[in-house]
């Protein structure tokens, strides 16, 4: 197993190895199930949430269980889930896929569908003996049951180890008696089941529980949460008192409340991703569909170079987005499937496969809950004061956008996560980052070579640049390390620094996989607008990248060091041949102008 496994990138090695692009997987590698899976979904969404958004604007939550249980009958609700327990065992890509095009029709829905798929249903699937996956799993799978995850409390959010939630064990050795109050729970209101989290005695880490919903048993809900988006999602807050729970429905070990939630947050952070991704395309077609329309000064405002511009920029971010989603979807499941065939159990393999590429689900959460904000700012931009009536879509897509940048772990909590998550596997040896650095260091002190490169060949400079925009990283962050040690992680604007750094490599360099993948299959003529989305992804990644660089340099280098750094970040980011961004965007603009949607 182990070279089988080598051949495959480890999570956070794309920073020091260089990918082929036949090696990445992308949305056009679909196979016939997929596409089928894609469409199945994409009518469920047509016919059931967005003919029906106004009821959840309304916050009609019957309407959303009504909807979620209709979702289980179709079966998407089991899709991860193995066929043992009731589901349809599809792979990893297959549940991205589903979460990505479940999620364009209202927040409210994709997030009750990724609370009970992702964070409700994972725990038992990823940590449950064999008993309580019999016992639960399959109702879960079906929409019978529904699931919640319940971590947070009042103070214990982002500090998600410091809850004050106790679980004590009954004289009679035979259950935990659950005292505790959680908070922000997604599907409170309609659950029959919590995984709840609680420590016992003092314990360094909490533990996980499987929980059934009995109000009889001392748990009550406060009232919905009146929120700014994702209004017919349920969020309440839930109160254990006394709440008895069998000893058998303890998840995983004792102290292992942790693991569990952070493991299972790894899956949900690139779930989320996903689930930001079809909310991009609809919003950009929404967009263009009401620019062609609409008419100022007797034109179309999509003939505006000022209104092309925002829809070139929201196509080339989805694109990005997408093409780094599926990349590193389908490394995870390459990687559960040689674990599967090595031994490992699903639920081992799964769980060691989602593990190793925590780095880029977290570098995903980031940057698509980003993108699908600022692409929803710039529809309503688009509709102008049309955008800002609660009779477009664009408002409510700006606001249901809004929670992914809080849930799942912050976005600065996963920037922080990214690159400390990447040193710690440089420390174990399991990410050779230090080799790398030293020789971007030596680089650095040697005399440049004034070479012109010949860059006539279809990315030829773009993935020269990436090459390059790697040395940045490797060089802010490796000089970081070395200055200040285990003191890093206090070093937080650094930290922030250095992650953008590379999440602008990850979506940058896929987009560009992605592309060369393709113009090799289609022709480069096929790929024309794909070919000048990954080329602006990347011009904005670098302007991103050279001023988070500095930032970095600057904030802990002096004198002649921060000088030659400077020098080399100049060296590193440099265009020997400037793409016409103008041009770039007019191509991209026009394309979607013409199929009046988003249509990559
Ligand atoms: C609509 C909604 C649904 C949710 N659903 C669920 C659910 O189903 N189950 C569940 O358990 N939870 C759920 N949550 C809770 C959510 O996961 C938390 O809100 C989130 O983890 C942040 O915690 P917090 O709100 O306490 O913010 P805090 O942790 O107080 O953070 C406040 C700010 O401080 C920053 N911050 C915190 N710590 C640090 C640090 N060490 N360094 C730098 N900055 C820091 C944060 O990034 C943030 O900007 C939900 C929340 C909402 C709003």
């Avoid at 059934?212 to 994702?230: A, C, M, V, Y």
Wanted: glycine share 8%; hydrophobic share 40%.
């Amino acid at each position: 197993m182990e070279t089988v496994e080598k051949e495959l990138l480890r999570g956070g090695q794309f920073l020091v190895k260089e990918t082929n692009c036949e090696d990445v997987f992308t949305p056009e590698d679909f196979n016939e199930e997929q596409q089928m899976m894609k469409e199945a979904v994409m009518e469920f969404n047509d016919r059931e949430i967005i003919a029906h958004r106004e009821r959840f604007e309304k916050k009609d939550y019957a309407f959303t269980e009504e909807c979620m249980r209709k979702a289980g009958e179709l079966g998407f609700l089991g899709v991860a889930v193995p066929e043992e327990y009731g589901g349809l065992g599809m792979g990893f890509v297959s549940t991205m896929l589903v979460c990505d095009y479940i999620s364009s029709g209202t927040g409210s829905f994709s997030t009750a569908f990724g609370a009970h798929t992702g964070i409700g249903t994972m725990p038992i699937t990823l940590y449950g003996t064999e008993e309580q996956k019999q016992k639960y799993v399959p109702q879960l799978a079906t929409g019978e049951w529904f699931g919640a995850y319940c971590l947070t409390e009042p103070g214990a959010g982002s500090d998600a180890n410091s809850g004050k939630t106790t679980a004590e064990l009954t004289a009679d050795g035979k259950h935990y008696k659950i005292n505790g109050q959680k908070m922000w729970i997604s599907n409170a209101g309609f659950c029959k089941l919590f995984i709840v989290f609680a420590r016992i005695e003092d314990d360094k880490n909490i533990t996980g529980f499987i929980v059934e919903n009995d109000p009889s048993n001392g748990i009550t809900l406060g009232e919905e949460e009146h929120k700014l988006g994702i209004r017919a999602s349920s969020t309440r807050q839930v109160f254990f008192n006394d709440t008895m729970v069998p000893v058998e429905n303890m998840l995983a070990g004792r102290g292992e409340g942790f693991k569990i939630a952070m493991n299972a947050l790894n899956v949900g952070r690139i779930k989320l991703a996903a689930a930001c991704l079809d909310s991009q395309r609809r919003i950009t077609t929404t967009a263009v569909q009401y620019a062609n329309e609409r008419k100022q000064f007797k034109t179309p405002i999509a003939d505006f170079g000022a209104i092309k511009s925002k829809i070139a920029e929201m196509a080339a971010s989805a694109y990005a987005g997408e093409s780094a989603s599926y990349r590193a979807a389908k490394k995870i499941e390459d990687r559960i499937a040689i674990r599967q065939a090595s031994g490992n159990t699903h639920q081992e393999a799964e769980l060691k496969g989602v593990e190793e590429y925590a780095i880029e689900c977290s570098i995903l959460k980031v940057a698509v809950s980003e993108d699908v904000q600022n692409c929803a700012d710039e529809g309503i931009q688009i509709f102008g004061g049309m955008g800002f009536s609660e009779e477009t879509p664009m408002e409510a897509a700006w606001r249901d956008a809004r929670i992914a940048r809080i849930y799942e772990g912050t976005n600065e909590i996963n920037r922080m996560l990214s690159v400390g998550m990447l040193v710690k596997k440089a420390m174990k040896g399991h990410v050779d980052l230090l080799g790398p650095a030293m020789k971007v260091a030596d680089e650095l002190m040697g005399i440049p070579s004034f070479d012109v490169p010949d860059f006539s060949k279809l990315f030829s400079e773009e993935k020269d640049i990436i090459v390059r925009l790697k040395k940045v990283f490797l060089m802010v962050a490796g000089s970081a390390v070395q200055k200040f040690g285990p003191d890093l992680e206090k070093h937080q604007q650094l930290l922030l620094n250095a992650s953008n750094i590379l999440i602008e490599i990850y979506l940058a360099e896929s987009a560009i996989l992605r592309t060369e993948k393709n113009a090799k299959r289609y022709g480069e003529e096929a790929q024309k607008e794909q070919i000048a989305m990954a080329k602006l992804y990347l011009f904005n990644a670098v302007e991103i990248i050279k001023k988070n660089g500095i930032e970095g340099v600057i904030s802990f280098a002096e004198g002649d060091e921060q000088k030659m750094m400077l020098m080399g970040l100049k060296r590193f980011t440099k265009y020997t041949n400037y793409p016409n961004v103008v041009e770039l965007r007019n191509t991209i603009a026009e394309k979607v102008k013409a199929e009046n949607k988003y249509c990559f």
